[in-house]
């Protein structure tokens, strides 16, 4: 789970690297996912938290083309508010009555978002042969030359 405890941001600027695990959240991987995340957070009068930054993390996905896995290197810029008792609605804005707040929503759904529909493990991925199932990328099998 992630979870920000505003009682540790000190009034003004400050910058955090925060490390979370976000439990798996889709089928095409198993894995935990680790998130580097860093921020530029903004505490104005205790009430409202401006995050400014970036999170990072690696998917482990399976190609849709040959089937093998392959890792995927994900940077996405991350801006929020956190707004302490108030009912000013945005999509952007997270509100809260305590000063622990949970994220795993709000960043499992940019995570999702970053996923591309296609998983490909390079653009040019020439896939398995169809007929035998070898991995092209790696090796030519007869197959292709009997259909010459
Ligand atoms: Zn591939
Ligand atoms: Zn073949």
Same mark, same amino acid.
């Given at each position: 789970m992630i979870n920000i405890n505003l009682a540790s941001l000190k009034k003004g600027d400050s910058h955090h690297e925060y490390e979370w695990v976000m439990p798996d =959240? $889709? %089928? %095409?991987?198993?894995e935990n996912i680790n998130i580097i995340s860093v921020f530029d957070i903004h505490n104005k009068n205790d009430t409202d938290y401006e995050f400014n930054g970036y999170i990072t993390f690696n998917l482990i996905r399976i190609c849709d083309r040959c089937n093998e896995s392959y890792s995927s290197s994900f940077k996405e810029d991350v801006r929020f508010l956190i707004k302490k008792n108030? $009912?000013?609605? $945005? =999509?952007d804005i997270i509100h809260t009555n305590s000063n622990i707040v949970s994220l795993t929503s709000y960043i499992r759904d940019i995570i999702i978002t970053a996923i591309p529909m296609k998983s490909l493990c390079s653009d040019d991925c020439k896939g398995? +042969?169809?007929? +035998?199932? =070898? %991995?092209l990328n790696r090796e030519k099998c007869a197959c292709i030359n009997k259909e010459d």
């Open positions: =959240i $889709d %089928n %095409n991987t198993k108030s $009912d000013i609605e $945005d =999509i398995q +042969c169809p007929l +035998c199932g =070898i %991995n």
